[in-house]
């Protein structure tokens, strides 16, 4: 098998309901589809979940990723695929850019796109070629609102839908009320909280006073790159802390794990697994394993992902290893007002069953990126001198 092209689509996103965090409002996402076509016909597609701007943290911004995937990584898989073979397997196709620091969103996007073509060629369903043997697990929802009339409402349309795990943004002054208002409605709820690194070395201890209310967990409260803070504070809160900034790889994994040890705490660790945060659902599974052994809690996180990417991340959650509901559903019931899949992954009763379709299990919609996206990257990949062929084509 060889990389015959990469492509690049843009693609506008709608949310149906704005959604809130301690670094602003989000209420259109531009998200770039990679779309992968092999020598042999096939054709895989990986959405990277991208924000407006590097506010949640450096390189997650759709400018960035646009140019990580067309100035070093598009050019470095043709220069691969010249000097050193096809690329057919998960592992050449890192080895291929592997000399390129960060870039994990930009590169989880080929990665994906990969995963989908080697899926359709097995003719097996992603959990399947992961090592997946959870077939049905609960998952959760993450509620952004603004004011805690806002939350509390999306926290009844969750409730409604079956949803038995909430996460609630919270930031300085949105922290206690919100919580305290939360736990009296669902007392018995699995309830969990993302500051998104609002907090800092003066304001964190308001964060003890959440220990009243039986939270899962209190997510990144600290700077998005500082580990050894995180894992101090994990000494003098009961409620453990859970890392989604800070990690990108095995490498931090080990070190959080080591971090937590040294305090006596590492029953206060657990790491959220976005894989686009990670670079890929290779280093995502690696990271579940090492969690595992090390008896490290794990869950599978979100960002605001189309059912595309939110159907990659269910396939995942069929890992053993992952311990906790992942941020896999709106609490609205559908995150955009028009979608890449026809007919995207549901939940039933909080719950959620995988099947046996080939690869994520839903049919991408191409049709959509023909109908309302913008192809903005071209590039060959299997002949010639890299470099050479960036083509944008509008
Ligand atoms: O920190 O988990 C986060 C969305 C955008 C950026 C960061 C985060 C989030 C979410 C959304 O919490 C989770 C989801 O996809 O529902
Ligand atoms: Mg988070």
């Not at 602003?24 to 016909?41: E, K, M, S, Y």
């Not at 924000?51 to 100035?71: F, I, N, Q, R, W």
């Not at 598009?74 to 050193?84: G, K, N």
């Not at 029953?267 to 670079?279: E, G, M, T």
């Amino acid at each position: 098998m060889t990389i015959r092209s990469v492509a690049v689509h843009l693609l506008d996103l709608e949310l149906r309901v704005p959604f809130t965090t301690s670094f602003g409002t989000t209420t259109t996402l531009t998200r770039p589809f990679v779309d992968v076509q092999t020598a042999d016909g096939l054709r895989g597609v990986g959405e990277v979940p991208t924000l407006g701007d590097p506010a949640y943290k450096p390189e997650v911004d759709t400018p960035s990723v646009l140019t990580s995937l067309k100035k070093f990584l598009l050019p470095s898989v043709a220069r691969y695929q010249t000097a050193t073979g096809p690329i057919d397997d998960i592992a050449s196709l890192r080895a291929s850019y592997a000399w390129v620091k960060g870039a994990v969103f930009a590169k989880s996007g080929i990665e994906a796109a990969l995963w989908d073509v080697l899926a359709q060629r097995a003719g097996c369903p992603l959990w399947q070629l992961w090592g997946g043997t959870r077939r049905t697990f609960p998952v959760g929802v993450s509620i952004g609102g603004r004011t805690i009339e806002e939350v509390l409402a999306l926290a009844e349309h969750a409730v409604g839908l079956g949803y038995g795990r909430l996460k609630v943004k919270i930031w300085p002054g949105f922290d206690v009320p919100v919580v305290a208002a939360l736990r009296e409605r669902y007392p018995d709820l699995l309830l969990q909280v993302d500051a998104n690194s609002a907090y800092d070395l003066t304001s964190w201890p308001v964060l003890r006073e959440l220990d009243a209310f039986n939270l899962l967990l209190i997510e990144q409260p600290l700077f998005d790159d500082d580990l050894v803070m995180h894992s101090q504070i994990a000494r003098d809160l009961r409620t453990p802390i859970c890392l989604d900034e800070s990690i990108h790889s095995v490498r931090d994994a080990r070190a959080a794990i080591q971090l937590w040890s040294d305090q006596n705490a590492l029953d206060r660790l657990v790491i959220n697994i976005k894989p686009p945060r990670v670079s890929g659902f290779d280093e995502a599974i690696a990271i579940a394993a090492r969690c595992q052994e090390a008896g490290v809690r794990t869950w599978i996180g979100g960002m605001l992902d189309s059912a595309w990417g939110k159907a990659f991340n269910l396939n995942l959650n069929g890992l053993g290893a992952i311990a906790l509901p992942g941020d896999h559903f709106s609490p609205t019931g559908a995150y955009f007002v028009e979608d890449v899949v026809a007919s995207p992954p549901k939940s039933t009763g909080g719950g959620y069953t995988l099947g046996d379709g080939v690869s994520t299990g839903v049919p991408f919609d191409w049709s959509a990126l023909e109908r309302r996206g913008r192809q903005v990257i071209v590039h060959r990949c299997d002949a010639g001198i890299a470099g050479a062929s960036v083509v944008p084509s509008r």
